[in-house]
């Protein structure tokens, strides 16, 4: 059974950093795309950041409220992906999720991935 196990989540500063991480079970890690996820309370789960099985050219996508903020890289030898957050604005204040799809390109829809989960608290004070 794979397993996503998300870990960095805390309480910051507006204008600090946090970076996340989310250690996954699966062997074949490498042949995922893997997302980030976020919601806040009293809203639906919103996209993040995607990167592609390969992380390659044209593999990588940001929501455009993040965009030039947070940097999501994954590291296929220690079956983990990363979301780094800098710049943090108390309207990132949310649950962070990570998820996990066999399609093969960097994908922002929450239905297209296939495993989640149980999510870290990140919030950011003004």
């Known amino acids: 059974q794979v397993q996503l196990v998300e870990s960095g989540g805390g309480l910051v500063q507006a204008g600090g950093s946090l970076r996340l991480s989310c250690a996954a079970s699966m062997r074949t890690f490498s042949t995922y795309t893997m997302g980030w996820f976020r919601q806040a309370p009293g809203k639906e789960r919103e996209f993040v950041a995607a990167?592609?099985?390969?992380?390659?050219?044209?593999?990588?996508a940001y929501a455009d409220s993040v965009k030039g903020r947070f940097t999501i890289s994954r590291d296929n030898a220690k079956n983990t992906v990363y979301l780094q957050m800098n710049s943090l604005k108390p309207e990132d204040t949310a649950v962070y999720y990570c998820?996990?799809?066999?399609?093969?390109?960097?994908?922002?829809?929450?239905?297209?991935?296939?495993?989640w989960g149980q999510g870290t608290q990140v919030t950011v004070s003004s």
């Open positions: 990167i592609s099985w390969s992380g390659g050219n044209g593999q990588y």
């Open positions: 998820a996990a799809t066999r399609i093969s390109i960097a994908t922002i829809s929450p239905a297209s991935y296939v495993y």
